[in-house]
């Protein structure tokens, strides 16, 4: 059992092929005295379950996240007004904080960097340590663009509510973080393959048949 099963939560998406990503469904107000033991909200999202699992990076800022990942699209765009418009709307959060890694040290710190330049990721990181933030955060917000848009209302409407969006205009992305499809087998290690009752207090998986997102409206 690990840190996230004592919270209630929805396992969203797998990072690097094998660590779970969740999204707790009540306060976590975290620990103290065991600084691992990470804080956590509804309108956050955390990399890893914690102590008994993968030591935990919480997402604390998603619009950050998405900002970060909207200003390296924007850079990408041949139209001109809607790189105008994508940079205009990211401005007021991208240079906030997105990620943090409450309790590491700085071997647990570069055991991840290492696990993050592999091959189990689609698009590993290859930079130096100081852009490993930036590049995880691109990486979430991504993610919370097409999949959780809920968690960045105000950056997403900034940038998809205005006349020169273009959904064809987004170029190929980091698709870090996986969908495990409705219905699929959930594997031991997840820890979801539980009786529906007990899963009902612990995890369960976010998607089904009918949730969806359209960036078209």
């Not at 094998?18 to 691992?36: F, K, N």
């Not at 041949?78 to 418009?85: I, L, N, P």
């Amino acid at each position: 059992m690990s840190y996230i099963d004592s919270f209630r939560h929805e396992l969203v998406g797998l990072f690097a092929s094998r660590i779970p990503v969740y999204r707790p469904l009540e306060v976590i107000e975290g620990s103290e005295s065991h600084p691992q033991d990470f804080a956590c909200r509804p309108d956050q999202l955390v990399i890893g379950g914690g102590a008994g699992e993968h030591p935990g990076v919480v997402i604390r800022d998603p619009e950050a996240a998405v900002a970060k990942w909207a200003c390296e699209q924007a850079a990408q765009f041949v139209d001109e007004t809607m790189r105008h418009d994508w940079l205009q709307a990211s401005a007021r959060f991208a240079d906030q904080s997105a990620v943090s890694f409450p309790g590491w040290d700085r071997e647990m710190l570069a055991d991840f960097v290492k696990r993050c330049r592999g091959d189990s990721l689609n698009y590993p990181f290859r930079g130096n340590k100081q852009g490993f933030e930036s590049w995880l955060a691109r990486s979430v917000g991504e993610f919370v663009f097409y999949a959780l848009p809920d968690l960045a209302p105000n950056i997403i409407h900034g940038l998809t509510g205005r006349e020169s969006f273009y959904p064809d205009h987004l170029g190929q992305g980091y698709r870090n973080i996986l969908l495990l499809p409705p219905l699929i087998p959930i594997r031991d290690e997840l820890k979801l393959d539980r009786a529906p009752a007990e899963r009902n207090k612990t995890g369960i998986i976010a998607w089904s048949i009918t949730r969806r997102h359209r960036l078209d409206g």
